[in-house]
């Protein structure tokens, strides 16, 4: 199971590949929700968002054998960026199996990274079947996006940083799709200070992590339509689901419509391209979904890879 | 005359009341652009720009009956922000003359922060002549936006910090409207590494002080049209003039289109949001403005406070 250990290790590994992104603040963002913010400014990562870390830390523990049949990975857009870009600089042959409804700009950007993009159909195929296929017949090995420890490993470098920039936090919030962000987040931050308090969040539309967590047990949920594009999956993974069980105290969940008006403030007020799925965490806050006794917050901002499109569309 | 003791004065006097910005770099970039590039993100900076620096250190120089009368400041934007928070925090009355053509979230941003907004016509009036004018009927302290040596010492601040954290640095670029960020920046640098080469930028419609310096004196142009809102002055500043003369080693102009480009870049690839004006020097090395010997270069991202419906126009 994952530990701090392995996410130091990670830090090791990855560290001259990644930046280390700053840790902003704002009194406008810290006056309109009513606590002290420390936003992780994961959007300013490289290949635009935190995937890069456990993409790295997985294709540099991969054997020299395994390096050289290649990779394949699945993902509706940042973690197809992250390998592409991870895999061309370790000189390893990256294929991505993409939805044919990913934002055009992510699609536009894992090809300039230089990885072939194989496309199938969210509404019928099931995409990771469709990558393990994808692996069998090309001989390629799964970089998972969030069901590997050292994937897991990776995104908990995210956690290690703020912690370590900003120790005295009372909890942390990360957005929440197949909960590795938040498994890897969360383990670092509670190393670090055993009684912080670790909130994932999704979208109201997408929440299959807290009808998991109140059930019990992993639980599908149909397709989400929320605007977060990059939380639409419809069950927690196997390896992050026991993990959040362990490490969440609550899941939060925001609308779309508290998403659109943090992205806004983000861009207008702060400065900060954030995407939809990005500005979760930080919705979670603004609108107020936090307990009143919580004061020093720590916000992952994961990424931002918006469609231009969208973004005027949102403006 | 500015120098570095004053500088290091003004950083002592503000460090508690502004941001320590971040200096962040993009491969992605560099390779655009054949440098190694350094962003100063001063668009991350309270109020949304360096201006913050220098209206503070003013402020906060004043003597308490200074305080007690008010201060006024004419401006086309941030500087007026600045002037308005670094009034309001201080205690101190603050009128802003505002041009009536300034972007709508200027003007809005301005009394948000507490300030009283009168407003002259850009092309018919002179905007120092109104503001003295409104400071002697008033009473009131003017908050020049860069004739003034406690303002020139809080932008050097900005030089400052971008030195300490990149030193080895083969050149240092910041927008130029009247000369203010450029003299403190470049004062502060060439204080930590003498032979570093210091280039103001400007648009190529409001050259002023390129004519300028390639007359020997300070020349007057038309109101420029550049859609750099906050570098349409028509004329260099008396006191940052001899010293934009003393320490540029050239002036680089960049088009429009140039400045458009590159916001688009800062935004869609590094994710931060950058105001026209602020994205000029950034815009001169995209643009291959530089000597080819240069090879790490240090750019000021001045501002990030744009109108929402210009950016969407732009985008």
């Known amino acids: 199971m994952l530990n701090i250990d392995m996410i130091q290790a990670a830090r090791e590994r990855i560290a ?6 700053p840790v902003v603040t704002s009194r406008q963002f810290n006056e309109a ?3 002290e913010v420390f936003f992780k400014c994961e959007n300013l990562q490289r290949a635009g968002a935190f995937k890069i870390r456990g993409a790295t830390n997985k294709i540099l523990s991969l054997t020299d054998e395994e390096k050289r049949r290649g990779i394949v990975a699945f993902s509706s857009g ?7 870009l991870a895999g061309r600089e ?5 294929l991505i199996a993409m939805p044919t409804d990913a934002p055009q700009a992510k699609v536009a950007a894992t090809r300039e990274y230089g990885a072939e993009v194989v496309f199938y159909d969210r509404q019928k195929q099931d995409r990771e079947a469709f990558a393990l ?7 390629l090995v799964m970089v998972p996006p969030y069901d590997d420890e050292y994937i897991l490993a990776g995104q908990g470098t995210c956690g290690l940083e703020l912690l370590e920039d900003v120790p005295d936090l009372d909890c942390v919030l990360a957005p929440c799709s197949g909960g ?25 539309d997408g929440d299959d992590t807290l009808q998991s967590l109140r059930k019990g047990e992993r639980v599908t949920i149909p397709p989400p339509a929320t605007i977060a594009d990059g939380l639409r999956v419809q069950i927690p993974g196997r390896l992050t689901f026991p993990l959040t069980q362990k490490l969440a105290d609550d899941v939060l969940t925001v609308s779309d419509d508290e998403i659109i008006e943090t992205l806004r403030f983000l861009l207008f007020r702060m400065k900060l391209l954030v995407e939809t799925s990005g500005a979760t965490a930080a919705a979670a806050v603004m609108s107020g979904k936090l307990p009143t006794d919580v004061k020093r917050v720590g916000v992952i901002l994961s990424g931002g890879n918006i469609d231009p499109g969208l973004l005027v569309k949102l403006l």
């Open 16 to 21: 001259s590949r990644i930046h280390r992104t």
């Open 33 to 35: 929700a009513g606590k």
């Open 78 to 84: 940042n973690h197809a960026q992250a390998v592409a």
């Open 90 to 94: 370790a000189g390893v042959r990256a």
């Open 133 to 139: 296929d994808l692996a069998e017949r090309e001989g």
């Open 180 to 204: 590795g962000l938040f498994a890897g987040v969360a383990t670092a931050a509670r190393a670090a200070n055993p009684s912080i308090r670790c909130y994932p969040v999704e979208p109201a």
